[in-house]
């Protein structure tokens, strides 16, 4: 079970941290990733992490140099910080996780994910 945290309101130019912890086992044997789903528009990918949290990350096109992916496995937790918001970041947020074959398993594609959190609302305003 995966459980969201940490949107919020914020000016543009703001930063947030997400927050997704995972309960259960094995933690570390998940590759996890974030995606967002603006109003009227379809879910898209964010960033995805190796089930080490090494260097193998991935980052859309659209986030990349402002948004980190980390993850602890020890707190069975990955974080998003987002920073140099901008209004076309407002959406709902959501972790997933899939159960990683190896440690470059690093899928962008939300149906290749098998586990869901439940969303937290990140709103970004002018």
């Known amino acids: 079970q995966l459980q969201a945290s940490g949107g919020g309101l914020v000016q543009a130019g703001g930063s947030l941290r997400l927050s997704c912890a995972a309960s259960?086992?094995?933690?570390?044997?998940?590759?996890m990733g974030w995606f967002r789903q603006a109003p009227g528009k379809e879910r898209e990918f964010a960033a995805s992490i190796s089930r080490s949290g090494g260097r193998n990350k991935i980052y859309a096109d659209s986030v990349k140099g402002r948004f980190t992916i980390s993850r602890d496995n020890a707190k069975n937790t990955v974080y998003l910080q987002m920073n140099s918001l901008k209004p076309e970041d407002t959406a709902i947020y959501y972790c997933?996780?899939?159960?990683?074959?190896?440690?470059?398993?690093?899928?962008?594609?939300?149906?290749?994910?098998?586990?869901w959190g439940q969303g937290t609302l990140v709103t970004v305003s002018n």
């Open positions: 997933a996780g899939d159960y990683a074959r190896n440690e470059f398993y690093i899928p962008m594609l939300a149906q290749e994910y098998g586990y």
């Open positions: 259960g086992r094995a933690f570390n044997q998940y590759t």
